[in-house]
């Protein structure tokens, strides 16, 4: 039995097939991105519409300028030492047998006090023999007279004409008996000096700073005894820059100066005095020869009137505060309302305006200006920082003023939100 096997069938279009791959199918494809792009054209999104932030309003304090008179007040630093300071040194040598009553350190003593005593004996005796010198001295003296008188008879009865020499008179026996008198008197006056020299007395009313002996000790020639300054007239040495000199009138310092004005007044302080007491009184005396070249400073010295009540030490750290020059139709402001490049801020019709003034001084806690400013404007003592001219502003008691609004919203039992000005105002003076 024969089989037949059956011949492959094939599709009835394959050229039909190809033809719609390779172009119908990129035709429709490309109609389809066509409708679409056009669908999306035509429905575009919308946009979302964002509330109009509420304007922010600054709350701010100001203060009402007034033009005042006022004087400048120069703060400055210096050392305290003292006007006539130095080492009490011995004139003779001896062994010292007395201290007074102020020779410790830190004691105040007064002019012409005892301070020490050496032992004197030696110096009574040799006065008593300057004394017996000086009157074998005198009588020698009065024996060379009587000589020289007899000799000068002597020549007259003799009956020459010519005129005796000084030989003949004892002339050079009558000098010599005068100079050693007047070397026994020399010898005599220095015996007395030494033993008056046994007493040692303060040469001023002061202070000690340190003592070099006590009793018992042998003493030479030029040997320190001890350490003493006045006490009566202290100074101090104050730094100046050339913006503190354009604020005093030194040319009224000293009584030398020629100037009628008053005297320029220093008020001195230590730095751990206690707020009572008021401070030390003097005034500024001097002014050093010369500029220090390292700084540029001028030194200015000032005088304290008397230590003597309240003491202070030598060598002592303290704040002077110098009265300097009276200006007058002047404003004084807080410090730190004196913002950079010489700049205030006032506010002027609701608000903040940035104005440039002329500093005369400034200060840690106040500064003194003057020019483009009128008595009556507000000035902005709330800091604010770096805020542009043109801001909108209102008195802080004006917003105290404002109505309150109500705790409970209806219906809902929610505390409400803050108020958004009040939110902005309290920002503005954190970052401050």
Do not use: C
């Not at 004087?71 to 210096?78: C, P, S």
């Not at 009553?101 to 830190?106: A, E, I, K, L």
């Not at 000589?147 to 009558?174: F, I, T």
């Not at 033993?195 to 070099?212: C, M, Q, S």
């Amino acid at each position: 039995m024969t089989t037949h096997t059956p011949a492959p069938q094939h599709s009835p279009h394959p050229k039909r097939t190809g033809l719609f791959l390779k172009v119908l199918l990129p035709v429709l494809i490309l109609m389809v991105a066509l409708v679409t792009a056009l669908i999306i054209f035509s429905n575009p999104p919308a946009a979302l519409q964002q509330p109009e932030p509420k304007r922010v309003i600054l709350s701010v304090e100001t203060l009402t300028l007034q033009p005042v008179s006022h004087q400048a007040e120069i703060v400055t630093y210096g050392t305290v030492q003292a006007q006539n300071q130095g080492a009490l040194v011995s004139q003779i040598s001896g062994v010292i047998i007395q201290l007074g009553d102020n020779t410790q350190p830190g004691a105040f003593f007064q002019k012409g006090e005892l301070l020490f005593k050496l032992d004197d004996r030696d110096y009574r005796s040799s006065l008593k023999m300057a004394k017996a010198a000086l009157y074998t001295a005198q009588a020698k003296l009065i024996e060379e007279q009587a000589r020289s008188l007899q000799a000068e008879k002597d020549w007259q009865r003799m009956g020459s004409d010519r005129e005796p020499n000084a030989l003949v008179l004892r002339k050079p026996y009558l000098k010599a008996a005068e100079a050693g008198v007047l070397d026994a008197e020399a010898r005599l006056e220095k015996a007395q000096l030494d033993l008056e020299r046994t007493n040692i007395f303060a040469p001023y009313a002061g202070r000690v700073l340190d003592k070099h002996v006590d009793i018992g000790q042998f003493v030479n020639v030029g040997s320190p005894l001890i350490e003493i300054h006045a006490s009566d007239r202290l100074e101090v040495r104050l730094p100046l820059n050339n913006r503190q000199l354009q604020l005093i009138d030194l040319g009224s310092a000293g009584p030398g100066s020629g100037s009628s004005t008053e005297p320029v007044r220093v008020t001195i302080e230590t730095l751990h005095e206690s707020h009572g007491f008021p401070g030390w009184q003097g005034r500024i005396i001097r002014s050093e020869a010369q500029v220090d070249s390292k700084n540029q400073q001028l030194i200015a010295v000032a005088e304290i009137n008397d230590s003597r009540t309240r003491p202070i030490a030598i060598g002592e750290f303290v704040k002077s505060t110098i009265y300097g020059r009276q200006f007058d139709q002047v404003f004084v402001i807080p410090a730190h309302t004196l913002y950079s490049n010489d700049q205030v801020l006032l506010l002027t019709d609701g608000k903040i305006v940035r104005r440039k003034v002329s500093v005369i001084q400034r200060g840690t806690e106040r500064s003194i200006v003057n020019g483009s400013l009128t008595a009556g404007e507000e000035l902005i003592i709330t800091p604010l920082g770096s805020v542009v001219s043109g801001t909108q502003a209102r008195h802080i008691s004006e917003e105290s003023q404002k109505p309150q609004k109500s705790k409970n919203t209806p219906g809902k039992n929610k505390k409400p939100l803050m108020d958004p000005e009040k939110v902005s105002v309290k920002g503005a003076r954190s970052n401050a």
